[in-house]
C-alpha cells in the first residue's frame, strides 16, 4: 500500500481545506483509513477515521468541523475541514488502518508522507 497526500497550504482562521490521499492497491474499496495530525513539539494524533463500509469517527477537537470521506472508484480518501482554528496547525498524514483501536498509531501499517497545514490568526 502507498500513500500520498496533498492539499495543504496556507489558511486563515476559519476557511476551509481539502486534504485529498491517493492510495494505491486493487483492493482500495477494502482499505479503511484514518488521518492524523503532528503539530510542531507535539505527539501525532487522531483526527479522523473512515470504515471500508463508509463509517466514521472523529476526535472531539475536529468533530463538526472536519469531514472525512472517500471515493473507491479513484483509490482517494479526503479531509475536509471547516471553520479552521489555528491549533489545526500542523502536517497531516493518511494513513491504512490494519490493526483494531482506529484512535491509535499503532493500528495503522502504511502511511503517507503528509501534507502541511497552516492557519493563520
Known amino acids: 500500500v502507498q500513500l500520498q497526500a496533498s492539499g495543504g497550504g496556507l489558511v486563515q482562521a476559519g476557511g476551509s481545506l481539502r486534504l485529498s490521499c491517493a492510495a494505491s492497491?486493487?483492493?482500495?474499496?477494502?482499505?479503511?483509513m484514518g488521518w492524523f495530525r503532528q503539530a510542531p513539539g507535539n505527539e501525532r494524533e487522531f483526527v479522523a477515521y473512515?470504515?471500508?463500509?463508509?463509517?466514521?469517527y472523529y476526535a472531539e477537537t475536529v468533530k463538526g468541523r472536519f469531514t472525512i470521506s472517500r471515493d473507491n472508484a479513484k483509490n482517494m480518501v479526503y479531509l475536509r475541514m471547516n471553520s479552521l482554528k489555528p491549533e489545526d496547525t500542523a502536517v497531516y498524514y493518511c494513513?491504512?488502518?490494519?490493526?483494531?483501536?482506529?484512535?491509535?498509531?499503532?493500528?495503522?501499517?502504511?502511511w503517507g508522507q503528509g501534507t502541511e497545514v497552516t492557519v493563520s490568526s
Open positions: 473512515i470504515s471500508r463500509n463508509g463509517g466514521t
Open positions: 492497491g486493487r483492493t482500495f474499496s477494502s482499505y479503511d
Open positions: 494513513a491504512h488502518r490494519e490493526g483494531v483501536v482506529v484512535t491509535e498509531i499503532y493500528s495503522y501499517d502504511y
